[in-house]
């Protein structure tokens, strides 16, 4: 199925530690440069972008140019989708709990 | 913790504690509601199997306190069968039974989604979604034929 094949890239993406500082780094600043991503980190830029690339191919952050710069930020249509869907899942418990309402009070 | 941590909701329960508990923990009720089939009862310390829609979930009973407390675990996602849930944190759901007025004050509270990464969220939201609006379906097919 192709959702589960998305979702198995996804993890494959974060299964490395310095991927998932990558991730961690780009949620707290928002966006960051490829500089700003590999200063102080103790990995080259080359290793940076290679990680970025297979972050992105997986839908987990995007890449815009800036001037002559690339900007690095999550995906933002992913993080709107999460809360969204965090909505939906408290309604589902709502949903849930109304079924349990109809159940105990029926008697 | 974050708000997109948890999730609690509350609901007054015109029905004896003893009575909610029995819906909550009677394996039979709480197929009813919750729109699912237990293979065995709950018991305290049990992993017990849950089928729905044909997808086997495990729920974990941490806490079995009658007529007030139900503490589980679980994965909050629908099955994936490509995942290695050995590796991935579960959420915790509790049950708060407080008897109110001639009734219970019902509060659940489940939390530790800030657990499961970013990445996998969504999905795991959306999938959970599409479960229940099933489930919700064939509830209320049962309720209406049970009367």
Redesign the interface.
């Known amino acids: 199925m192709k959702?589960?094949?998305?979702?198995?890239a996804?993890?494959a993406?974060?299964g490395d530690p310095q991927r998932?500082r990558l991730?961690e780094t780009l949620?707290e600043r928002g966006e960051a440069s490829i500089s700003d991503l590999s200063s102080g980190a103790g990995v080259t830029r080359q290793a940076v972008t290679r990680h970025l690339k297979v972050l992105e191919g997986?839908g987990?952050v995007q890449g815009t140019m800036r001037g002559r710069e690339h900007v690095w930020a999550?995906d933002a249509d992913?993080?709107a989708?999460?809360?969204a869907?965090?909505e939906?899942?408290?309604?589902?418990?709502?949903?849930?709990?109304?079924?349990?309402?109809?159940?105990?009070?029926r008697? | 913790m974050t708000s997109?941590d948890k999730?609690e909701?509350r609901?007054y329960?015109?029905?004896t504690p003893e009575?909610?508990w029995r819906?909550?923990t009677d394996a039979n009720?709480f197929g009813?509601?919750?729109?699912s089939e237990l293979e065995a009862p709950f018991a305290e310390g049990r992993t017990v199997s849950m089928t729905c829609l044909g997808e086997r979930f495990a729920i974990d009973i941490v806490e079995m306190t009658p007529p007030r407390r139900l503490v589980w675990r679980w994965h909050?996602g629908w099955v994936?069968?490509?995942?290695d849930y050995s590796k991935e944190p579960k959420t915790t759901t509790v049950f708060d039974l407080v008897p109110h007025a001639d009734g219970t004050m019902?509060t659940?509270t489940?939390t530790g989604?800030d657990a499961i990464?970013?990445?996998?969220?969504?999905?795991?939201?959306?999938d959970?979604?599409n479960g229940?609006l099933e489930q919700?379906a064939s509830?209320r097919k049962y309720?209406e034929s049970a009367g």
């Open positions: 959702a589960q094949a998305e979702r198995a996804r993890f993406a974060l998932l991730v949620a997986a987990l999550l992913g993080l989708t999460a809360e869907e965090f939906r899942l408290k309604a589902a418990w709502r949903q849930r709990l109304a079924r349990l309402k109809l159940l105990v009070e008697e | 997109t999730i909701q609901v329960l015109a029905a009575r909610v819906a909550l009720e009813t509601w919750f729109a909050p994936d069968h490509s995942l019902l659940v489940e989604f990464n970013a990445a996998r969220r969504p999905s795991v939201f959306r959970n979604v229940w919700a509830l309720l």
